[in-house]
């Protein structure tokens, strides 16, 4: 069976622009994590979907960060305005809804300059 | 204001021997603790968790110990083998809640041959 898929794997882009980040999580699992980790650094939390229910936004560093969830599937993250401390690797994580085990995509590394 | 915290950025070992990762959390709450492993330009994977109503679990040559009164976790690896080499993040997370784990900053482990 897939994994979690992520794309682009790797972004360049310049100060400024927007940028979309894609994940497939694994068919069948709810609950969806994107967080991202910067050079040195661990794990940040940006948001958490679970099914139908409101999304926990609560890791969302600033207003030019939003995600969105469709059909409970695929996810979205996108970055408005992008500045260079947005550098980083994004992961995407999907959980079933009755296990704690999160599983990862391989990221897509972002690259502002 | 770290809530997990990874205080050895890096460990080095020799092969056969025990590898030793530590992880201290300063939230009562946390009931839920698990280790992932992280090899370059890949996601974490999942390895082991353990639940506050055990201090200990082990998986092969992995055991994770949990100390609660230290609020202080352990990762073994016994013996340590080359692949073994990536970054070890621990997390941490409440029962019964949005199961959104906070994570350490991860400890870099190097098996030498």
């Known amino acids: 069976g897939a994994g979690v898929s992520q794309s682009p794997s790797n972004k360049v882009t310049e100060k400024g622009k927007d940028v979309e980040l894609r994940c497939d999580p694994i068919s069948g699992h709810t609950a969806l994590y994107w967080y991202r980790q910067s050079l040195g650094q661990g794990l940040e939390f940006l948001i958490y979907?679970?099914?139908?229910?409101?999304?926990?936004k609560s890791g969302l560093p600033s207003d030019r960060f939003s995600a969105e969830r469709t059909g409970g599937s695929v996810s979205t993250l996108t970055i408005q305005r992008t500045q260079q401390e947005d550098s980083a690797v994004y992961l995407c994580?999907?959980?079933?809804?009755?296990?704690?085990?999160?599983?990862f995509g391989p990221g897509t590394r972002l690259l502002v300059l | 204001d770290q809530q997990v915290k990874q205080n050895s950025p890096s460990l080095s070992v020799q092969e056969g021997r025990i590898s030793i990762l530590n992880c201290d959390y300063t939230?009562?709450?946390?009931?839920?603790f698990l280790w992932y492993k992280k090899y370059p330009a890949e996601g974490p994977t999942f390895l082991i968790s353990i639940s506050s109503i055990k201090d200990k679990n082990e998986d092969g040559r992995f055991t994770v110990f949990l100390n609660k009164s230290a609020k202080h976790l352990s990762l073994h690896i016994v013996p340590s083998q080359p692949g073994d080499s990536a970054v070890y993040f621990c997390a941490a997370s409440e029962a019964g809640g949005s199961y959104i784990p906070t994570f350490g900053r991860g400890t870099s482990l190097i098996v030498h041959p």
């Open positions: 939230n009562s709450m946390f009931d839920y």
């Open positions: 979907f679970q099914g139908n229910s409101a999304p926990d």
């Open positions: 994580a999907s959980r079933d809804l009755y296990q704690e085990t999160q599983y």
